[in-house]
T-cell receptor, first 111, second 116 residues
Framework: AQSVTQLGSHVSVSEGALVLLRCNYSSSVPPYLFWYVQYPNQGLQLLLKYTSAATLVKGINGFEAEFKKSETSFHLTKPSAHMSDAAEYFCAVSDLKGMRFGAGTRLTVKP | ETGVTQTPRHLVMGMTNKKSLKCEQHLGHNAMYWYKQSAKKPLELMFVYSLEERVENNSVPSRFSPECPNSSHLFLHLHTLQPEDSALYLC???????????????FGSGTRLTVV
């Protein structure tokens, strides 16, 4: 079965600093990978998705992620953090049984 | 209305009550899901409906009973719940092609359930 592992349950950055949220996947077939964001008391919102068209995927709110097959990684980055980026972020992989989510990474942005 | 709508947003119920959560999607998707999100725990997939048929039931207690009357509506019927069932219940929908939700899921805003 496919799965994802998010490294670090909490990440704290200063406003304007680089955001890097890590995700590694295990998959026996080319995966479909996703990043979602969840703000307090809200559902999950799709940030971006990888479906094999391009290894560097751009999403909403200035986020992007790079698919690296050799490292089985799909890390999420943003060059400059904004206070409004504070939220929980989930990496996910799609397989025949549905979407499997990582445990989530809570991003804190300090002024 | 667009997207996935869940009602109610908040629900407080006693352990002997019977209540239902409702989810409606206006996206034309062919699959719908119930997830449970508890504090400090990963998202738990509860039920999957594809083309209105239940295809996944992850050993959910029988006090949770799903219903999918058509491709746009999904219900979660609740009865004799326990305090540990307090959580955020999320509904999602997707378009499944060849068995994969390649375009991702669209989530509702959730129902915050408190069992007292």
């Amino acid at each position: 079965a496919q799965s994802v592992t998010q490294l670090g349950s909490h990440v704290s950055v200063s406003e304007g600093a680089l955001v890097l949220l890590r995700c590694n996947y295990s998959s026996s077939v080319p995966p479909y990978l996703f990043w979602y964001v969840q703000y307090p008391n809200q559902g999950l919102q799709l940030l971006l998705k990888y479906t094999s068209a391009a290894t560097l995927v751009k999403g909403i709110n200035g986020f992007e992620a790079e698919f690296k097959k050799s490292e089985t990684s799909f890390h999420l980055t943003k060059p400059s953090a904004h206070m409004s980026d504070a939220a929980e972020y989930f990496c996910a992989v799609s397989d025949l049984k549905g979407m499997r989510f990582g445990a989530g990474t809570r991003l804190t942005v300090k002024p | 209305e667009t997207g996935v709508t869940q009602t109610p947003r908040h629900l407080v119920m006693g352990m002997t009550n019977k209540k239902s959560l409702k989810c409606e999607q206006h996206l034309g998707h062919n699959a719908m899901y119930w997830y449970k999100q508890s504090a400090k725990k990963p998202l738990e997939l509860m039920f999957v409906y594809s083309l209105e048929e239940r295809v996944e039931n992850n050993s959910v207690p029988s006090r949770f009973s799903p219903e999918c009357p058509n491709s746009s509506h999904l219900f979660l019927h609740l009865h004799t719940l326990q305090p540990e069932d307090s959580a955020l219940y999320l509904c999602a929908s997707s378009q499944v092609v060849g068995g994969f939700a390649n375009y991702g899921y669209t989530f509702g805003s959730g129902t915050r359930l408190t069992v007292v």
